[in-house]
Every structure is written in structure tokens, then in C-alpha cells.
């Protein structure tokens, strides 16, 4: 029932101590200083910056405006927002496409062109060299906040002013955290712009143009294709371009979809963002042009300088996710949900927590040990069908999946994402769900609140963890249409209609109980050329994930330390959408077995090593199709003064395949990958179990690990070495529907 790998790595998904919530990119705990407090508590979706009516001139037909707003003030993404901008020039502006931009770069970061750090207007034009900017400069506003709604507004009050079209193009680019929206200014601001914060700036610009809708709104950010933000954007353009997942480091291709664009001006706004996700990855200029290639390879591989264009794309796309949607659609799409939501409490919950539980996920951007809680769409849908079984659900489903294809103009996504349809949403477990509904916080439906106030889910959400009555009448679909984005919102009713009842007790349809028995081992001491069989029997029900675990107990600290922790396989799987998840066989008591080989491991940069405890992120059906997570401390140029979480994801032969930075504390806030550069330093935390004498109880706590280990140009490599001697715990985990280890066993075995 095990995976059998030569040396395998993995790591806890115990529920631990440390879930305390801080907040997305320290969002949630700051929310009324970004936000208006006015529309935090009422809704509301209007900003007090509208400044009223305001001249545009004529336009003549198939003319277009593409507004860049780059907000690059961030060391881990400032060269690559640069270089988008860069790219763009390649194509630059006609008479019939004009392009704009508003770049905002960071102080101590990237030192190119000049190294300047002010916040910069271009009119964008045409030039072939990709590290300088030649475009003209418009202006230079000096340091603007550009996680500011004002900054925004004014941009594309200046740009519509400035160059009146036909047809008008946004995209933003910077960090993204799906319905928390992003857009962070880290210095000397701290902010975000959050989803309401958008929509009211969207609502003023368009009421005070009356330029009708944008025909594009792009989100070149990390993790903005949900359900949620589509719903923001429906009655303010036609189309829009998005990922359920993270992007990497190069963005999106501009210079390909842009060279269309200004090849074919006549082009539609649906052509335009089916462009953009067809060229994504494939096109992009920093694969296809050969110069720009090498130099990319140089920055991101150890080796590779005759890797082909098509070569390196394949090696990047594993893991994205890009789609294309027709907002006229997304109404139907919400109705389609709502008619899913109406049938859901005649359904078995637990089963609704299982599809939960087994859906196709996305980079997290709260803290670690909380489960995923941006879940594909249409794959849960899948799943809904498959696990519950209720006629009346099976047929909703099949609605929402026609409502997709409908909305969906264009989807693309990698290999190790098989369930991705396109379209995310949000399905928190019971704790996430608690934390994310205290206004204390800024509420998930305050700051989403058109959808909050169009959809039934927040609605089922109460139902599902409190057992709230739902008022199936407190939905209106109008707020997605065009009209509203001329009128003032107040959604505030509809964000008190799923609010929890005062004092309410949280329930857990997932949780699981679940029982293993005592551990046995075929010996109980081995060599480290040696193996030991541990085996165990388990019963329950709500079983999600089996997990084998290794402790090893430091005895000058009274500690143990985590070493390894990885999935087990049922003796039967489940394929739905091309994901595959485990099938327990929870009528009756079973065996689970592990083949323990007495083995730690390091992460080496080729010089230093430093021990690490990686986590299984992706349930694969072989070894080699788990994706796995480490996580530390990032330090740009080794200064630790600008530390950041940071993550390496490795594949199940454990190379590195890719680096991600996290804008906030402990694993939270906008997730964006990084290109390493020499002199960079990595500091994996390590996972301790410490004894609390005060409760009593064994406690886990991270602690950052001794070693930092220093990128020298080639990726950080594992090292598997023989175990330390001493004393082991190696046992048996499970872990319920709703995320929670809530059972384990184990059995000490000594290695001398």
C-alpha cells in the first residue's frame, strides 16, 4: 500500500499549533486601513475619490488603448515586471494601438536602467533591446502608492483623457491572491488593494468617462481565475484573462499577443484574450528569441545552454494554469451555481467535504498547515457527482460544467494540475471558514461582496459549517450587469444574510473518526544498511490521506525533530477529471504497511548542507507524480534585512523545479516565483515537536534551521545520507475530509 521510492521525501500535513491567522499578506488584519471603512462595514462599493463627469474626446474606430499598470515596487518582481515592459517595446505602440504604462519599481532591488525607483508614465514605443526602456517618458510622479485606489483611478482617468479609443484594455500586474485581491506597495506603504477596492475604482472611472465597459481587464497576477473576481469584473468589461494558479517568473507573452493586436486592430476583445492565453509560456520573448533565451537559461539552469524554445517552455508549463472568459457570461455561470447550492443540503455533507478535500487545489496564500482553499470549479463539480451520488446534484453539476463552457473562451494548464478547468473558487475548511468570516478580520463577503450579493455559495458555506437556514431569495444577479457599474452598490445586506449567527457553534462535516491500531514492526532495532516493516490497522470513517511519519528525538533537547512524512496508496484509486485521489475502503478495518530505510536528508548548494523536511504538496498515483514543498527564509543578496517566505517546489526524483517568494508572514499573502540570482541565500525552517509543560501536551513550532544556504547559478540539490543514530518514532497518520490529523500511531525503533 506504500510508494516505493528509493529514498523518499516528505513532510507533515499535521493540523499544528501555529494555524494562529494572520492574514493574507497581512491583509485581513489591516483590512480598514486599505480599505474605506465606510464600504468595509456596509458594502458599499463606491469610492469617495469620484471626482463627477469628465470630458473624453472622439474616437475613431478599431482604435485601441492598452493600459499597463506595473506595479514592480517589490524585490521579487521587479526585473520581471521590467522586462514585461521591455517586452511590449519589442511591439510598441501604432496609431491604432497605443500603449501605456505606469511602472512602479522598488529601491534595493534590480539596479538596470539607471536603477531609478520613482513611479514612471511611458507612451510606449517601439525598441529591440529588452534590459533598457526607450519609450517615451511621459512623466515621473516621484514614489506613489500604487496598492492605492487613487493611483489607479487617476492612471486610467489620464490615460482615457489622454488617448480616446474605440476599445479600451487594463492589466494589472503585480502580486494576486484571488478574491483578497493584491497589488501590494511593501515600501514605505505596507498596503493591498483588495477586491472592493478594485471594483469601486472601476465603477468610478467607468461612471465618470462614460466610456461604457473595458473591452479586456487582464490580471497578470498569481491566482485572480476565481469565481469570485469574475464577478467583480462582470459589469465592467467583456472580457478578461486570469490563473487559478501562480505565473511564473516570466509573465505573460506580451510581445506575442500585442503583435496581433496591433497586426489586427479589428480584431474582437474575445480574440484578444484567447491571444493571450494561446502565447502564454509558448511565445514568450524571453523563450523564442534566442539571444533572450540563453540569457534566461543562464539565470535558471545549471546547465541546458542548447535547451530549444519549445524545450524550455514544456519545462516551465508544468504547473500553470491561464484562461481566457466572456464576462457576459458569468451571470448564467452564478445562476448555474445557485441551482447546485439549492440542491447541496439534501446531500450527504461529508461527501461534500470529501470532494472538498480531493478537488484540484491552488498555492495557498494563507498560513501553512491550512489546507488548500482555492478549488477548481469545474472539477469539484466533477467530484460532487461522483462522491455524493444524488440525482439532483449530478444534474446541477452538469449545469455549472455547461455555464463554464459557455464563460470560458480558452483554457491552457500544465501536467501536474490534471484537474484545472480554468475557473477557481473559494471552499475553506471549518477553521479557515471561522477565521475568514470575522469581521474583525475584513470578512471573505466584504471583500467580495458583488459576489457575495450575486451567489448563494457564501449562503452554503453558513449552512455547511453552522447549520444556517439559507434564504434562497437573497441573491441578485443584476449586480453583474453592465448597468451597475453606473450605479452606487450597497451590498450589505447580502453580506449579513450569510454572515454566522452570533455565538454559533462551527461544525465540521469532514471531520473524520478514525482509529489505528497498535504499531508493529518486524524489528525494533536495525543498522542503517537495514530496513524495518511497520504495520498497522486502520478503520474510520471520513479518511482523506494516510501518511507514513519518522520522529527522531533529539535527546539534549528533549525534542523531537520531524524527518520524513510521506502519502501512502490505497489499494484502490479514483480518477476524476485526470486527477487521481486514494479510495479507503471505510466499511471495514485494513492494513497499511511502510518499509522503513534509515535515511535523512539535506539540501545541498553545492558547498554548504542544511537538513530539510519537505511536505507532499500533490497526490500523484506513483512516486514520481507527487509534487513536494520546502519551505524557509529567502534573503535577496543574502541581506536578512529583506528576508521573505520563501518555497522550492521539487518533483518525486526531488529536483528543483521551481522558487516562490510570499509577500507576507509565515507562509501567507501573494505567492510569485522568483529567479534566483548568485549571492542569494535560502534558510529552510525546520519542523520541531517540543514538550509544553504548562499544557502538558506535545506542541509542534517551526525553528529556521543553522545553515543558509547561498545560490551559486545551479539549482539546490537533496541529498539522501544514513540516519542518525539514536531513537525514532516511525508511525502511521490520518487526516480527515476537513484537512485535521486526527489520528496516529507509532512504534520506536532504534538505530545504533
Not at 478549488?375 to 444534474?395: I, K, P, R, Y
Not at 545551479?714 to 543514530?725: E, N
Request: aromatic share 14%.
Amino acid at each position: 500500500m506504500k510508494k516505493t521510492h528509493p529514498h523518499f521525501i516528505s513532510a507533515t500535513l499535521v493540523s499544528i499549533a501555529l494555524l494562529l491567522f494572520v492574514g493574507a499578506c497581512g491583509f485581513l488584519d489591516n483590512f480598514e486601513e486599505v480599505s474605506d471603512e465606510e464600504n468595509a462595514e456596509t458594502g458599499a462599493s463606491s469610492p469617495s475619490f469620484s471626482q463627477g463627469p469628465i470630458a473624453v474626446g472622439e474616437s475613431e474606430p478599431d482604435t485601441w488603448l492598452v493600459m499597463l499598470y506595473q506595479d514592480a515596487d517589490d524585490d521579487t518582481l521587479e526585473r520581471d515586471i521590467f522586462l514585461d515592459f521591455n517586452e511590449a517595446e519589442i511591439i510598441g505602440s501604432t496609431d491604432r494601438v497605443r500603449i501605456v504604462s505606469q511602472l512602479d519599481r522598488y529601491d534595493g532591488s534590480f539596479d538596470g536602467d539607471g536603477d531609478w525607483t520613482s513611479t514612471k508614465r511611458f507612451f510606449i514605443e517601439q525598441d529591440y533591446e529588452l534590459e533598457t526602456i526607450a519609450s517615451e517618458e511621459l512623466e515621473d510622479l516621484g514614489e506613489v502608492d500604487m496598492s492605492d485606489s487613487q493611483s489607479l483611478y487617476d492612471f486610467m482617468i489620464w490615460g482615457i483623457q489622454s488617448y480616446p479609443s474605440e476599445h479600451y484594455v487594463l492589466i494589472l500586474s503585480d502580486h494576486g491572491m484571488g478574491w483578497l485581491g493584491g497589488w501590494t506597495d511593501p515600501e514605505p506603504y505596507y498596503g493591498e488593494m483588495s477586491l472592493s477596492d478594485i471594483d469601486g475604482t472601476l465603477s468610478a472611472v467607468l461612471t465618470d468617462t462614460g466610456i461604457g465597459q473595458l473591452e479586456l481587464l487582464g490580471f497578470d497576477a498569481c491566482l485572480m481565475a476565481q469565481l469570485e473576481t469574475l464577478s467583480m469584473a462582470a459589469p465592467f468589461g467583456r472580457y478578461a484573462v486570469a490563473s487559478e494558479e501562480t505565473e511564473p517568473s516570466v509573465g505573460w507573452a506580451y510581445a506575442a499577443f500585442l503583435g496581433e493586436l496591433t497586426s489586427n486592430p479589428s480584431m474582437s476583445g474575445a480574440d484578444l484574450a484567447v491571444s493571450i492565453v494561446d502565447s502564454y509560456i509558448t511565445d514568450d520573448y524571453r523563450i523564442t528569441d534566442d539571444e533572450a533565451r540563453i540569457s534566461f537559461i543562464e539565470e535558471n539552469y545549471e546547465y541546458g545552454e542548447n535547451m530549444s524554445a519549445r524545450e524550455v517552455a514544456e519545462d516551465m508549463s508544468g504547473d500553470i494554469t491561464l484562461a481566457a472568459f466572456d464576462l457576459s457570461k458569468v451571470s448564467a455561470l452564478n445562476d448555474s451555481v445557485n441551482e447546485l447550492v439549492t440542491a447541496l443540503p439534501a446531500a450527504d455533507q461529508s461527501a461534500v467535504a470529501a470532494s472538498r478535500s480531493y478537488a484540484q487545489s491552488f498555492t495557498s496564500v494563507f498560513e501553512k498547515g491550512i489546507p488548500d482553499s482555492f478549488l477548481d470549479l469545474g472539477h469539484f463539480t466533477e467530484l460532487l457527482s461522483e462522491e455524493t451520488g444524488d440525482a439532483d446534484v449530478v444534474n446541477a453539476a452538469k449545469k455549472v460544467s455547461a455555464a463554464l463552457s459557455q464563460t470560458i473562451l480558452a483554457e491552457k494548464h500544465g501536467d501536474l494540475l490534471p484537474g484545472a478547468t480554468g475557473l477557481a473558487f473559494y471552499f475553506p475548511n471549518s477553521e479557515l471558514y471561522e477565521m475568514t468570516t470575522d469581521e474583525d478580520f475584513g470578512s471573505y463577503t466584504s471583500i467580495a461582496n458583488r459576489f457575495a450579493a450575486a451567489s448563494l455559495w457564501d449562503d452554503f458555506l453558513a449552512y455547511h459549517y453552522t447549520g444556517k437556514e439559507m434564504d434562497l431569495a437573497a441573491v441578485d444577479l443584476a449586480v453583474l450587469d453592465p448597468i451597475a457599474a453606473t450605479q452606487s452598490q450597497d451590498f450589505s445586506e447580502a453580506i449579513a444574510a450569510s454572515a454566522p449567527e452570533e455565538g454559533v457553534e462551527f461544525e465540521s462535516p469532514g471531520r473524520g473518526e478514525i482509529s489505528i491500531s497498535e504499531v508493529t514492526s518486524t524489528a525494533y532495532e536495525i543498522n542503517v544498511d537495514e530496513s524495518a516493516t511497520i504495520s498497522a490497522y486502520v478503520s474510520g470513517t471520513n479518511i482523506a490521506y494516510l501518511y507514513y511519519y519518522v520522529n527522531y528525538y533529539a535527546e539534549e533537547y528533549d525534542s523531537f525533530l520531524m524527518a520524513d512524512v510521506g502519502y501512502l496508496n490505497a489499494d484502490s484509486m479514483k480518477e476524476v477529471g485526470g486527477s487521481i485521489y486514494p479510495d479507503w475502503d471505510e466499511g471495514e478495518e485494513f492494513l497499511v504497511e511502510y518499509n522503513w530505510l534509515p535515511t535523512v536528508y539535506y539540501l545541498s548548494d553545492g558547498e554548504k548542507e542544511a537538513f530539510v523536511y519537505l511536505e507532499p504538496e500533490l497526490y500523484g498515483e506513483t512516486y514520481e507524480e507527487d509534487v513536494y514543498t520546502l519551505y524557509g527564509l529567502y534573503a535577496p543578496g543574502g541581506d536578512t534585512d529583506k528576508e521573505q517566505e520563501a518555497m522550492i517546489r521539487f518533483d518525486g526524483n526531488f529536483e528543483m523545479k521551481s522558487f516562490w517568494v510570499f509577500t507576507g508572514e509565515d507562509g501567507t499573502g501573494a505567492p510569485r516565483e522568483a529567479t534566483l540570482e548568485n549571492g542569494d541565500t535560502f534558510t529552510p525552517w525546520e519542523l520541531w515537536q517540543d514538550y509544553n509543560v504548562d499544557t502538558e501536551e506535545w506542541e509542534y513550532a517551526y525553528y529556521l534551521g543553522e545553515a543558509a544556504l547561498t545560490y551559486t547559478g545551479g539549482p539546490f540539490v537533496i541529498l539522501a545520507y544514513d540516519a542518525f543514530s539514536g531513537v525514532y518514532e516511525v508511525g502511521f497518520r490520518a487526516e480527515d475530509y476537513d484537512g485535521n490529523i486526527v489520528a496516529e500511531a507509532y512504534q520506536e525503533i532504534t538505530v545504533p
